[in-house]
């Protein structure tokens, strides 16, 4: 009787949480791609890919990254060659005391008509590595929301889905652009 009870919060707790992960309602799921690899005893690569069927004009990618007991930090990260190196902002916010990454990608910031097309491919690479020069044996990466609400998510273009272009998204339909992609880690060798 109490496992059931126990397995019933749990899925009352869990299912709203399952519910906003992975929304897309403008075709096929998006899948956003981290390929984490050694560069050195000290140094890992995370290259950000992505994998649209739609326009996008925005995104957010908030990651946690944990090294066992060595303290790490996300030095730099390479916006060059990749998907979104025409938009007009490419944020990178490392937080060492936190062991997070925030990566924010604008395409307009002005009447510019800049979007990322459907495709697939990268959108940049990050560095990590460890504080005092210390070997990292295993980074360990995963979404998570930073401050004040950045987490892993894209928007839509709207013009794309519309016949007029408008100057702004009304805001009671501004979630209505909102796409939540699958998630997907692979370690390179």
Not at 9 to 18: E, G, K, M, V, Y
Not at 55 to 60: A, K, S
Not at 118 to 137: K, M, N, P, Y
Request: hydrophobic share 40%; with cysteine.
């Amino acid at each position: 009787m109490k496992t059931t009870a126990k397995f019933g919060l749990a899925l009352l707790i869990l299912l709203p949480n399952i519910c906003l992960a992975q929304q897309d309602t403008f075709g096929k799921l998006d899948t956003m791609y981290a390929d984490v690899a050694r560069v050195d005893s000290s140094t890992w690569s995370i290259t950000i890919s992505y994998d649209n069927d739609e326009d996008v004009e925005g995104l957010t990618v908030a990651l946690k990254m944990t090294a066992g007991m060595t303290k790490i930090v996300a030095d730099s990260a390479i916006f060059t060659g990749g998907r979104v190196e025409h938009f007009s902002y490419k944020g990178f916010r490392p937080d060492s005391a936190i062991q997070c990454v925030t990566l924010g990608m604008v395409a307009n910031l002005g009447p510019i008509d800049k979007y990322l097309a459907a495709g697939t491919g990268r959108l940049c690479t990050i560095f990590v590595s460890s504080l005092g020069d210390q070997a990292v044996e295993k980074l360990m990466i995963d979404t998570t929301t930073t401050q004040p609400a950045n987490t892993l998510m894209a928007i839509a273009y709207p013009y794309q889905h519309q016949g007029d272009k408008i100057d702004t998204i009304p805001i009671d339909r501004r979630r209505e652009l909102e796409i939540h992609p699958a998630w997907v880690v692979k370690y390179v060798e």
